[in-house]
């Protein structure tokens, strides 16, 4: 539920999203001078308080797009939340001291209620370049997704650059997890990669508590069905992965394959008796084209370890190279391994 009082406040989720004005100006220097809103925002660089004075003028001036501080009691302005009232677009940034809070979605969610409830727009977009990990997380805890438009060439500052057209639609709003709302289904090449659901349990089980899996993969060992519960739970929540049982018909699970856009990587497992019919390597063909295609992703990265033969030779056979990069050290159920990374670019 989003409120707004006469005065412009938009408030809920614990937020009030207020006006600018001139006493702010030092703390929109905070927000706007740093490398992120240089790189990720048109605003100019450096921000200091001839630009804060400028942009608070500019705004005031603009009938046509709200900006709001965030804030969390009406005061210190922690962010800022544009509404562009014709392009119905969204845009967002949040003060460095205050990342990591959650605001940023909080915010998102808020400013988007108001504009379906209170301005009745059917749909709101949100314009993410693909490499902008964080902003897309954002988007996609909020409840956006890509939206079937053409990504678009925009001139910033005299840079070109592409854009994703995310987008929320209101009938989306109020509904659970961002799968309930998506409901993503690949299907190609002889596969239907699906959500899990809860008569898979026993499914996952038997593909799951297997030694390969145990040995190849962070997966917990034993695999049981208290386990299976956990990892359905973490595959149904809300936090942006898109987790899918494969299967050749919609029907029985043979394996699993993952994508993580925070670390823009994927990851896979076979059931050992399903193994050797190219499953592996055709789900991660289905699932690299929506990271490029879909979710705006440029590079979608694997992490194998060298003497993991299988899954390297599904890395190659899905058009994967390995790179330069030094491998990753980390240790697993006490083992110490190095991860060597794959990439395909888009
Ligand atoms: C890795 C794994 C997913 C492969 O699944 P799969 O469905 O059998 O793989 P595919 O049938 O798609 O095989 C793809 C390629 O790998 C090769 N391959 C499969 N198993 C292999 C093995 N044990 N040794 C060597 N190559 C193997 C296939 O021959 C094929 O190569 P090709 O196209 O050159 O013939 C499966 O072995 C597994 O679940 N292992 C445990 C979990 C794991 O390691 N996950 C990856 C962590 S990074």
Do not use: C
């Not at 499914?203 to 695999?223: G, I, S």
């Not at 060298?306 to 390297?312: D, G, H, L, M, V």
């Amino acid at each position: 539920m989003a409120d707004q009082a006469g005065d412009g406040r938009v408030t809920g989720e614990g937020l009030v999203l207020r006006e600018w004005t001139e006493a702010d100006l030092p703390a929109m220097v905070e927000l706007f001078d740093n490398p992120e809103v240089a790189r990720w925002t048109p605003l100019a660089s450096p921000f200091d308080l001839v630009a804060a004075a400028r942009y608070l003028d500019a705004g005031h001036a603009d009938t046509r797009r709200l900006h709001l501080a965030i804030t969390t009691d009406g005061r210190q302005p922690l962010g800022e939340v544009l509404l562009s009232l014709d392009h119905r677009s969204i845009g967002l940034a949040i003060t460095p001291t205050s990342r990591g809070e959650g605001l940023a979605v909080r915010a998102l969610d808020l400013i988007t209620t108001y504009a379906h409830e209170t301005l009745a727009f059917p749909r709101v977009i949100a314009e993410i370049e693909p490499g902008n990990t964080a902003s897309q997380l954002v988007a996609h805890r909020a409840g956006y997704r890509p939206a079937a438009e053409e990504p678009q060439l925009l001139t910033s500052r005299g840079r070109e650059i592409v854009v994703v057209i995310w987008e929320h639609l209101a009938a989306a709003s109020g509904q659970d997890g961002p799968m309930a709302e998506t409901g993503v289904r690949l299907v190609g090449d002889g596969l239907v990669l699906r959500e899990w659901r809860e008569g898979d349990l026993p499914a996952m089980v038997e593909l799951f508590d297997d030694p390969a899996v145990a040995y190849w993969t962070p997966l917990v060992t034993p695999f049981d069905e208290r386990a299976a519960k956990a990892y359905l739970e973490v595959a149904q929540a809300d936090n942006g992965r898109i987790q899918l049982a494969i299967t050749t018909d919609g029907g029985r699970p043979m394996g699993e394959v993952l994508l993580m856009p925070e670390t823009l990587s994927a990851g896979y497992a076979v059931g050992s008796q399903y193994r050797g019919q190219g499953l592996a390597a055709r789900a991660v063909n289905l699932i690299t084209a929506y990271a490029h295609d879909v979710a705006g992703m440029p590079r979608v990265m694997l992490e194998i370890e060298a003497e993991n033969e299988a899954s390297n030779s599904v890395a190659r056979r899905a058009g994967y190279r390995l790179t330069e990069v030094e491998p990753r050290w980390v240790t697993e159920k006490g083992r110490k391994l190095a991860l060597y990374t794959w990439e395909h670019l888009a």
